[in-house]
DNA sequence: ATCGTATGTTAGTCCATACTAACTCTTAAG
DNA sequence: CTTAAGAGTTAGTATGGACTAACATACGAT
């Protein structure tokens, strides 16, 4: 017994190492914008040297998780794709859980569940879910995936492409930078906040938007990082 | 930047990873009896090959976390014992959280704790031991040690070792077979239960307790993972 | 005191993952 | 249409961690 070839000890579930998974998820969102994603682009995101990305995207393909097009970029393959909402699910509803059942600030579990989402079961995974009443979105308003991997991705607005004067509801903000977060937080922007343009720079220059009766202002960056549906004042039926 | 060299995204917290974790709390556990951690039992403990061990020793004392002397054991530095009982205290705090609070069987949480311990932050694992009043056992009976590595390792008798007629209080149970956990939940043994020796074979044979009012054998090999503390009916101070 | 078995260690491989350096594509600018 | 910059890949190296096979040590039994 215990002839298992090396790294084995490492693996769960589905013999994928975590920085295996790390890449899924990175290559996963990536794609969202209709291109494969690139190589740079994922060596970017995870902070690693493009040459790894290289190498992953090798041993990730003779896995059958991704399709790489040389010199083109990789996509998901149906089976990469699963395993990354996978992925995602257990990251968002382990936020969740340390959201409201933990106490944690929504600035702070973004690191903590990136280290938790590799080694929960799926088990551990559903009894939070479970504890939650299964929540549809985290504490950021990012989806959920269900456990069959389907998830509501529509592409969103950012407050950086609504009009002078729009108003719009908060949907979801970008979770990857607690600094950011708090910023937010501080402003009263979070999911369902309610935001009002009342100013926009020329080219592409800062916005002034309104939430709570608080004017405050905007770089373009931070704009674009939080995503609103604008609400329907005009009747025209908000879908 | 990014010129951290290979190995360091799989570390957590104290520049460790998983797998030297696992190898100082395994040599914490051998060494208890005395005798520094043998080779070969750390080997049989871990499940991998005693060759694996010696690399890994390598390793660890060069990082100033156990002593080697060389065909004789290891032994741990103050830093590595202080780093195992960290990581205990992870472990009996993960898995008291999840009994409590998540409703898995005393006998499901060892293996995820096993998993869980290595991602968990302090700053979580903290959080859920104040959200359980600060425990200080976990679901096994098993002492958790404080933040401070401060832990009563008390040396503990097993029913084997209790003579016939003899009461005593369940203190502890072996917590690594959840088959042999289920076997004893089924006969009601759980800390803090009474079982009293009712019988024993001779030449290390089953010994037959009685448990709530009902009779049954156990096996030296289990009635050796039962730790207890012997009643004292004929006053001799239980100390 | 010696010797054989247990136990332990070294040597040589392997794989995952990362890096740098050097090379190769792709593509946009002219 | 050419070409150079930027994107991507390969080659070569390192480290952690694990394996097997072969060698080394310790120690209890004779």
Redesign the pocket.
Known sequence: M?????????VRRGA????????LKAIYEMEQGGE????????AL???????????????S??GLVH???????RLTHMGRRAALQLIRRHRIIESYLVTRLGFGWDEVDEEAERLEHGASTELVERMAAALGHPTEDPHGAPIPTSDGVVDERRLQSIADLAVGQTARVVRVSDRDSEFLRYLAAMGIRPNATVKVADRAPFDGPVTITVRGARHQLGVAAASRVYVEPVARTRRAAK
Do not use: F
Not at 36 to 43: G, M, R, S
Not at 46 to 60: D, E, K, T
């Open positions: 215990k002839k298992t070839p090396a790294t084995a000890r490492t994928l190492t975590g920085q295996a998974e790390d890449y494969p994603a690139a190589t740079n682009a994922v060596a995870l902070g690693i040297a493009p040459a790894s990305v290289s190498g992953m995207l090798q041993r990730l003779r896995l790489v097009e040389r010199y083109r970029g990789a």
